[in-house]
């Protein structure tokens, strides 16, 4: 029997829609071997199958390999797919039919690791779906062993996966020079796969820190923080590259750079994707969070589909494309989801449908994104607050009683007005207070933006 976990660790590491912690003091192979006991108990793979992949931290292969040897006490069979990206997880889930575990820590720094869980066909797991459940378990322990264990194996899907995400967004037309950054990240593995398989004839692809390396030796692997995008903004720059791409540590994340180095905004984005799932389906449902750009539910308005607003979060977005019958969905951290990909998020997807876009046309990538970029926005704004709480109800005090302003409070605080709007929550990974802004022009959405800060980071440490 696997020692006890602490209620209190296990508690802190079981986050809205993932488990996420630091190595060894808040996740070990004790833990990962109780969630993987109690993952097969929960999704009910008993006598049946589950898939495991990990990326590139140190710690990722034994906690994957602890997490395996937990379901095979519970009586499933495991398929240990290796090194791999979180969507390339989810393509093993969707291909091959079954629940699925991924060990990575996304874009946080080297010292922690976390477990990405869904059902088969890649269907979240979040709070309210079984992840609650599996962190009570996890806690007591009550997981019988099965009477017959069940047995690991190991294959490999990663060809399967990169001529999968071309059959959806195929690349064709004039010859692109990219540049990919993958941050010493899970990319490093994809990419070459994928644009491989394309050819030098179709995208001349520039790499940079494609070593995988769990330590981030050169930044860390997030492209919401714009100082890890110096590097790829000065190759681009520097190449005369057609566009530039950043992942984040598991590559299920993707932000482009234009040809100008110029960091594209991820509603724009959002609306160019839309635009060519439109094209495909007319009418279909698209799905954005509240915290993209108002011009994204404006163009699939125009365009005769039906915009349909969630929180922040996979596993809540998931939940409404399956709902809606959504083709493809959003949001502002540089996530896509697309229902031709079992719902899922892909930043690989994501990057392949502009540049899809972008070889069909003559125009460099800053001019075919222009249409799509109507309000200047403040991108996330993070600042660390004794009393979140607190601070979001004094804005809501300070704005509420403006005449033209809407209160909103699907996930944090929205306030709009006809000129601008913004957004406050509460981070569901980390203690930070997130603030996105937009305005009719610059000047406006400074000026809220300003607004909104000084009262954030009045007496706080930002």
């Known amino acids: 029997m696997p020692e006890r976990v602490d209620p209190d660790i296990a508690n802190a590491v079981f986050k809205a829609y993932d488990v996420r912690g630091t190595v060894p003091d808040q996740i070990d192979e004790n833990l990962a071997r109780r969630a993987g006991r109690a993952f097969v108990h929960v999704t009910g793979a008993r006598s049946g199958e589950i898939v495991v992949g990990h990326d590139m931290r140190p710690s990722s292969p034994a906690l994957a390999g602890a997490f395996a040897e937990g379901a095979t006490e519970a009586g499933a069979d495991v398929t240990m797919i290796g090194l791999a990206s979180t969507d390339e997880l989810y393509f093993a889930s969707g291909h091959l039919g079954l629940p699925g575990a991924m060990f990575t820590a996304s874009h946080n720094p080297a010292q922690y690791n976390g477990i990405k869980l869904c059902r088969a066909n890649a269907v979240p797991v979040g709070a309210e779906t079984g992840l609650d459940e599996i962190r009570d378990l996890v806690i007591s322990g009550e997981v019988p062993i099965a009477d017959v264990a069940g047995s690991i194996s190991e294959t490999d899907v990663l060809e399967a996966y990169a001529a999968h995400l071309l059959g959806l967004a195929p690349v064709k037309g004039r010859r692109l020079t990219v540049v990919a950054d993958a941050g010493n990240g899970m990319a490093g593995h994809t990419a070459p796969a994928v644009f491989g398989r394309l050819g030098t004839e179709a995208v001349e692809l520039i790499p940079m820190y494609f070593e995988l390396d769990g330590t981030f030796p050169n930044h860390e692997a997030n492209p919401l923080d714009s ?112 229902r031709d990909f079992w719902r899922a998020d892909s930043g690989m997807l994501a990057a392949l449908h502009v540049l899809g876009a972008l070889a069909e046309t003559d125009q460099p990538l800053s001019e075919l994104l222009a249409a799509y970029a109507r309000y200047p926005m403040s991108g996330e704004i993070n600042s660390t607050v004794p009393d979140q709480a607190a601070t979001v109800a004094e804005i809501e005090k300070a704005y509420a009683g403006r005449d033209g302003v809407t209160v909103d409070k699907l996930d944090g605080l929205t306030l709009s007005h006809a000129d601008w709007s913004f957004n406050v929550r509460a981070s569901n990974t980390e203690p930070l207070l997130r603030l996105n802004a937009e305005g009719k022009d610059t000047l406006t959405m400074e000026r809220v933006r300003d607004e909104a800060l000084a009262i954030i980071r009045k007496d706080n440490a930002s």
Not at 278 to 305: C, D, F, K, W
């Open 227 to 338: 100082t890890t995008l110096v590097d790829l903004q000065a190759k681009v720059r520097e190449t005369g590259a057609d566009a530039g791409l950043a992942f984040d540590g598991d590559a299920d994340r993707c932000f482009l750079v234009d040809e100008k180095g110029e960091v594209v905004s991820p509603s724009a984005i959002t609306a160019l994707i839309a635009e060519r799932a439109l094209a495909q389906e007319p009418g279909a449902t698209i799905i954005h969070n509240l915290i993209t750009s108002r011009a994204v539910p404006e163009i699939v308005t125009e365009l005769g589909g039906t915009p349909v607003r969630t929180r922040v979060g996979h596993s809540y977005i998931k939940a409404v494309m399956a709902e809606s019958e959504a083709a493809f969905g959003g949001e502002h951290s540089g996530h896509f989801y697309f």
